[in-house]
């Protein structure tokens, strides 16, 4: 699967759409043909936002501030190198949870199976049904990664500043550690 392109391929929705279907930015991916664009094998992780407002982009700023290419944000359409390990990204909502699920459900058995951070929207426990859908995707993905609310983000414009402080930068230590476990456990090392 190595040099293998991804991307997403688009189409008219199955007859049977379920209740919560992906909007049409966050589509099923799956390998392209021979003329698509094959990325160098670059180690490191993919983001995909599974609804508007995920925290995808605020995540990769926060998890390559220098700009590395360590950490991607997917968009619709850009191909993906295969040796990056696919992130799924969704708010700790109802909502967001069950826009993950129908992500984790499409997902093509022939790719590797992405990992799933939750981005807290609050500052307090999950709701019930949010814990309960985290459960049943654990079996589904590679790993369930929790991200808590981080409520300087509030006061900036850029996400990397907040590195600056403690709490925020030990918070998103602790991800990235996760992270790169997630990394070594694929690669085999």
Known sequence: MKGTAIAAVPGPR???????????????????GRNAQVLPAKPGLVLFGVHGGAGTSTLVRLLDPGYSGRVVEWRYGMPVDAARVPVLVARSTAAGLAAAAVWVTRWRPDLRRPALMVVADVPFRVPPLVRYRQRA?????????????????????????????????????????????????????
């Open 137 to 189: 995707l654990a079996s589904r993905v590679t790993a369930v990664i929790d991200v808590p609310y981080l409520y300087p983000l509030r006061h900036l414009d850029d996400p990397a500043q907040a590195l600056r402080q403690r709490k925020v930068a030990a918070a998103v230590e602790r991800v990235r550690r996760q992270l790169d476990q997630l990394s070594a456990s694929v690669s085999g090392g």
């Open 14 to 32: 199955p007859a049977t759409t379920p209740v919560c279907a992906p909007r049409p930015h966050a589509p099923a991916i799956a390998p392209t």
